[in-house]
Antibody
Framework: EVQLLESGGGLVQPGGSLRLSCAAS????????MTWVRQAPGKGLDWVSA????????YYADSVKGRFTISRDNAQSTLYLQVNSLRAEDTALYYC??????????????WGQGTLVTVSS | EIVMTQSPATLSVSPGERATLSCRAS??????LAWYQQKPGQAPRLLIY???SGATGIPARFSGSGSGTEFTLTISSLQSEDFAVYYC?????????FGQGTKVEIK
């Protein structure tokens, strides 16, 4: 059974940083791309960042480029999102999701339950 | 970036009725289009990928169609558990983008 367990969220002041983690199990982690998607309270889904299976290729939404860094540790089956220079508009539930097929064009077939990031003074 | 536009924003349907949700892309995404269902307090769940292929375990009453820029999700006979928010997502271009969602509510 595929499981994705996010952690690392919390309350942080504007300008602060956090490191989000997503522990994966139930599939061969190092053969699947991974993605972070966020959802602000009461709002829709917002694609944030993605990383290739090997970790060499990364993509970011313009709204987070230069502030967020996605990475992965395939030996530990863990996905990360380093979030820096946080703003109020980054307040959201952050989901990690598994790429549903091999290659660069993939849907998201499994999602974690999310970790909440709240940016407030 | 490709803008995904869903309509309507809210759809009021009686149980047992058919629901038709639309998703339009600002440029062609071929058939690299997925639909997700999200219930309150839950993570999104994959329903349809490749515009028309049902994900594992998804009931046959859910079907998808379309290609290029126009896509449709149809729920043939709404069950109580189908009242939720539905999102489309293109995975043809970077950055990936979602539609704003369609809420299917009980009429």
């Amino acid at each position: 059974e595929v499981q994705l367990l996010e952690s690392g969220g919390g309350l942080v002041q504007p300008g602060g940083s956090l490191r989000l983690s997503c522990a994966a199990s139930g599939f061969t982690f190092n053969t699947h791309a991974m993605t972070w998607v966020r959802q602000a309270p009461g709002k829709g889904l917002d694609w944030v960042s993605a990383i290739s299976a090997g970790g060499s290729t990364t993509y970011y939404a313009d709204s987070v480029k230069g502030r967020f860094t996605i990475s992965r540790d395939n030996a530990q089956s863990t996905l990360y999102l380093q979030v820096n220079s946080l703003r109020a508009e980054d307040t959201a539930l952050y989901y990690c999701a598994k790429g549903g097929m091999l290659g660069s064009r993939y849907y998201l077939d499994y999602w974690g339950q999310g970790t909440l990031v709240t940016v407030s003074s | 970036e490709i803008v995904m536009t869903q309509s309507p924003a809210t759809l009021s349907v009686s149980p047992g009725e058919r629901a038709t949700l639309s998703c339009r892309a600002s440029q062609s995404v071929s058939t690299n289009l997925a639909w997700y269902q999200q219930k309150p307090g839950q993570a999104p769940r994959l329903l349809i990928y490749g515009a028309s292929s049902g994900a594992t375990g998804i009931p046959a009453r859910f079907s998808g169609s379309g290609s290029g820029t126009e896509f449709t999700l149809t729920i043939s006979s709404l069950q109580s558990e189908d009242f939720a928010v539905y999102y489309c997502q293109q995975y043809n271009n970077w950055p990936r983008t979602f539609g704003q969602g369609t809420k299917v509510e009980i009429k």
